[in-house]
């Protein structure tokens, strides 16, 4: 019961984010509204009973990405007096990509026989530490090793002094 | 007891009393901060309000009531007032996972003082803490001031460097005891020795590292690059007057004892000691005490690094060593009692 009032509130407060992001006018407001949004999806997790997946997400995605749009913030010049006009700019075919995806999730939400669902049993962190480096190792590895690459080009590119 | 169960009950009973005693200690620790700084420059300190000058912060409190209200005209005036509200909290959610006390049978709790003792513990000091650095920026970019700018840009570059090492040296405990909330972390401890001491050298080094990560977090000297009264006026804070000032200030002694606080849990032993178990929360608070005295100490006999010099040390030292002393721990793991699972 609490579980269901509070899964509906924190979905409202969610949409409520999203749409505040797409209609900021201000970027670095629209940056705090995308952090707000990220925190309350991990509240969805807590009330799902996923702690560790809510800690993850507070850490990668309102410490990392919002960190990263931050210092893009910081490199860009902020105009104080000049208007911004309304980013949304292509009403249309925004509206026809969201409605497509929104028939999508309902489609799914539909056609699926939720009574026959089996409550998903609560996975302790060790469960997923285990599974990440047992069955799943090789895919890990190839996850660590893609990331590694991804930190020396990055390092690459930032050394580059050509002009 | 069975009402005690109900997580929320459990919370709020808990809650309340650690949320009034860490206020109050942040309250308490700005007198003793003007104390101490007295003696080592040989004054007395505040002298004049109350006994010893202890009823100072109510006194600083009053004065910051009084004070007018302002918000720059060209600030972004929601972000401005948002900005104070956020640093005390986050400082506070910290103390939520923190065992107090209790008893434990080998290295298995039969109870915990504890607000909400979570599985994920150490994640979620780490991912509140990675939080910090959101409101200083906001502050300083909603002052519209370029020393408030400068100020913030230097936070959220110092705070995600050594955000780095903290967590690395963080993941030592984690790795030699194999457990992720803190109640585990300490119950180990009692069981097979603090983790400064055992595992022998991993365990010390992170402690140190540890230490050094969460004085840059929470911004004191010698990292305290933000703020760098002699160059950046007063960092962030610059444009913000009366209580939203007060907030400020009580949050950095709060962000500084909780600081104390993790690191005494992580790798101190948090609440075991040699006497019986009822005493454990008196170990915690003296050792978390001592790490405290030792951050003013530092801040009131060191002088303050520069930026470039603080990103080195973080990324050409501290980064390499910790990744190795997780390494180590790793491997050593294999031969700790309890380990080799």
């Known amino acids: 019961m609490i579980g269901t009032i509070a899964l509906s509130a924190l979905g409202a407060l969610m949409i409520a984010c999203g749409i505040a992001v797409v209609r900021a006018r201000d970027l670095v407001h629209a940056v705090f509204w995308l952090a707000a949004m990220l925190i309350a999806t991990a509240g ?92 799943q190792l090789l895919a890990f590895e190839l996850l660590s090793v893609l990331l590694l690459i991804a930190m020396i080009g990055a390092i690459a590119l930032a050394r580059r002094t050509d002009p | 007891m069975t009402l005690l169960s109900n997580p929320w009950i459990h919370g709020l009973v808990v809650g309340t009393p650690v949320l009034l005693v860490f206020l109050a200690a942040s309250a308490l620790a700005s007198w003793w901060e ?40 060209a600030a972004d005036r929601a972000l401005f ?73 230097r936070s959220v570059a110092q705070g995600v460097s050594y955000e780095i090492p903290l967590v690395l040296a963080a993941m030592v405990p984690v790795v030699a005891t194999g457990e992720l909330s803190l109640s585990g972390i300490v119950a180990w401890q009692a069981e097979h020795g603090w983790l400064v001491f055992w595992p022998p050298g991993p365990g010390l080094f992170a402690f140190v590292i540890f230490f050094m990560a969460s004085l840059a977090e929470a911004n004191r000297i010698p990292f305290d690059i933000p703020e760098a009264e002699s160059e950046l006026v007063a960092g962030v804070l610059v444009e913000y007057t009366g209580l939203k000032f007060g907030l400020f200030m009580l949050a950095e002694y709060t962000h500084t004892i909780a600081a104390s606080v993790i690191a005494s849990v992580l790798f101190l032993g948090g609440a075991h000691g040699p006497m019986p178990e009822i005493f454990g929360p008196m170990w915690l608070v003296l050792k978390a005490s001592t790490l405290f005295v030792i951050i003013y100490w530092i801040r009131w006999s060191w002088y303050r690094f520069r930026s470039d010099q603080l990103m080195d040390l973080c990324w050409r030292y501290l980064v390499p060593i910790t990744l190795v002393l997780v390494m180590i721990t790793a491997i050593m793991r294999g031969f700790l009692p309890g380990g080799a699972s």
């Open chain 1, 44 to 135: 969805l997790f807590v009330v799902l009973e996923a702690p560790f997946l809510a800690g993850i997400q507070i850490v990668l995605y309102t410490g990392g990405v919002i960190t990263l749009m931050l210092f893009g913030v910081m490199l860009t010049h902020r105009d104080l007096d000049a208007a911004i006009p309304n980013p949304v700019a292509h009403e249309l075919r925004a509206g026809i990509t969201a409605a497509a995806l929104a028939g999508a999730l309902l489609l799914g939400i539909w056609s699926t026989d939720w009574g026959a669902a089996k409550p998903a049993a609560t996975v302790s962190v060790a469960q997923i530490g285990a599974h990440l480096l047992g069955p």
């Open chain 2, 34 to 73: 003007r104390k101490f700084a007295g003696r080592m420059q040989n004054r007395l300190g505040p002298t004049i309000v109350g006994p010893f000058g202890i009823l100072q912060p109510f006194a600083d409190a009053l004065k910051m009531m009084q004070k007018e209200d302002i918000v720059p005209r």
């Open chain 2, 81 to 153: 007032n948002l900005a104070p509200v956020f640093p005390l909290a986050l400082a506070l959610a910290v103390l939520a996972v923190v065992p107090f006390g209790g008893s434990w049978a080998g290295d298995e709790w039969s109870s915990a003082l504890v607000v909400a003792d979570l599985d994920i513990g150490v994640i979620w000091v780490l991912a509140v803490s990675g939080l910090m650095v959101f409101p200083t920026w906001m502050a300083g970019w909603a002052s519209s001031n370029k020393y408030t700018l400068l100020a913030g840009m």
